[in-house]
Structure formats: C-alpha cells, structure tokens
C-alpha cells in the first residue's frame, strides 16, 4: 500500500559511485531530485572511508535536505564511531553536524550480526 511518500535507497558504496561520476551540473540536479525525497535511506554507512569530494556534497545534499526530509543510516558502526569513516577536515565536521546529533533517533539491534567483525559491533574498528 502506498501512502503518497517518495523514498530513495543507496547502498554507501554506490551513491560514493554515483557522486564521483557526475560532474557539477549532474551533482546540482542529482542534489536537487534528492531534495524532493521525503524519505532518503543510506545503508551500509562506514564500509569503507569517504572521500572529500563526496564528503562536500553530502553535506550539500543534507543541508539542502534539512527540514523538508528525513534520512535514515544503516550501519554496523556504533554512534561514536561514524564520524571516523571521514577524514579530519571542517568539512567533516559540518556533515557531522548534519547527520548525527545527539537528538537523533538510535536502534541498536540485538543478537549476532551476519556481516562484520566483533570490532565493528562494538565500535572499536576505527580507534
């Protein structure tokens, strides 16, 4: 049953893909066209690091985003490791900002995972 709301869903590792590939006028309509979504799902958040190039345009896409839509993330990572999967930069700090506050909602599902090692899980993967 469809209620009307418009969802996107990237794997990281593709939208990473998809943001290399296209030059400045594809980012502005691929931002905009995201903009439009009400509901825009991010999974498997943290498998590898982040590139600065895409690192600027997700926090575009957020900042554009911001108030109009909500974002998932899905990720083996716990909170306090999200942020590591960025290299040190303002710019990081400004997605950062974006995309994980301290209101933000946080489940964590219990039992054995079938992907990622006891590290991930526990958020010790990247200190």
Request: charged share 30%; proline share 2%; aromatic share 8%.
């Amino acid at each position: 049953m469809s209620l009307g709301y418009s969802v996107m869903f990237y794997r990281m590792a593709d939208l990473i893909a998809i943001i290399q590939s296209k030059d400045a006028l594809g980012i502005s309509r691929f931002k905009e066209r995201l903009r439009a979504i009400k509901l825009l799902i991010i999974d498997d958040y943290g498998l590898t690091k982040i590139p600065d190039q895409v690192v600027a345009c997700l926090n575009e896409i957020a900042d554009s985003r911001y108030g109009v839509g909500s974002t998932l993330i899905t990720t083996q990572l716990k909170k306090k490791s999200l942020i590591s999967v960025i290299d040190e930069s303002p710019i990081r700090d400004a997605l950062a900002d974006r995309l994980f506050r301290d209101t933000d909602l946080e489940i964590t599902l219990k039992g054995n995972s079938w992907r990622g090692s006891v590290e991930e899980l526990i958020g010790d993967c990247y200190q």
